[in-house]
């Protein structure tokens, strides 16, 4: 059921607030169906807040987002040993197990994440290193760059992990992955993990 079309200019302000009252229930009964809303004659268009589907436009031009594009993936280090694939020219970290792999838009072979879609992401590594007294950087790596970076340099444990976290801004083919500029991993990163999620597109 369309509401009716209210002229507020005729109407003193207590008839229309009254009216506004009363057109509560049948407001919510419009947004419920996601049919228009006239008033002044102006319409306001009540999108569905849990869409099924993502078309790439309306009639108006207007291209419409919705929730279903989750993207999310966890990948950890099963075995310990250092692959042959690991040069010293790319140092990527390489991990072996996917846990999650939503949109399967992380590369296990490469170990490398791409973005989808522009938007802000959310990523974490835990990289550990065993029996190793060398002071290593891990580098979470955006295209080839360093965006946010971890430490782990105690000589006195037999292991020890390089953490962190944080926000970027990814468009779409942005690639992610995970560096390795200090040090070395020769005894091997078992039990390390590198994930990341879609926050929301942009």
């Known amino acids: 059921m369309y509401p009716r079309v209210v002229r ?3 109407l003193e302000p207590t008839v229309l607030l009254g009216l506004l009252l009363l057109w509560g229930p049948l407001g919510a009964q419009a947004q419920n169906d996601t049919e228009p809303i006239v008033l002044e004659g102006k319409c ?20 419409v987002r919705s929730g279903t594009g989750r993207v999310a993936f966890s990948a950890t280090r099963q075995t310990n040993h250092e692959p042959t694939d690991m040069s010293n020219r790319t140092m990527i970290i390489y991990f ?13 072979e490469s170990s490398v994440f791409l973005a989808p ?7 974490n590594f835990h990289v550990v290193k065993a029996y190793n007294r060398q002071t290593i950087q891990v580098s979470l790596m955006l295209n080839g760059w360093p965006m946010i970076s971890a430490f782990a340099g105690d000589m006195d444990v ?16 942005d690639k992610a992955y995970l560096k390795l500029e200090r040090g070395n991993l020769m005894g091997g990163w078992k039990y390390s993990t590198f994930s990341g999620f879609l926050v929301f597109p942009l």
Do not use: K, W
């Not at 390089?162 to 083919?173: D, F, K, P, W």
């Open 96 to 108: 072996d197990q996917i846990l999650v792999n939503v949109g399967n838009h992380f590369d296990q």
């Open 158 to 173: 037999t292991r020890e992990a390089a953490t962190n976290a944080g926000l970027v801004i990814m468009e779409r083919g």
């Open 44 to 63: 306001l268009v009540i999108c569905d807040s849990t869409p099924n589907s993502e078309p790439a436009g309306n009639a108006l031009g207007m291209s």
């Open 8 to 10: 507020s200019s005729t």
């Open 117 to 123: 879609r522009r938007g802000v992401y959310s990523f």
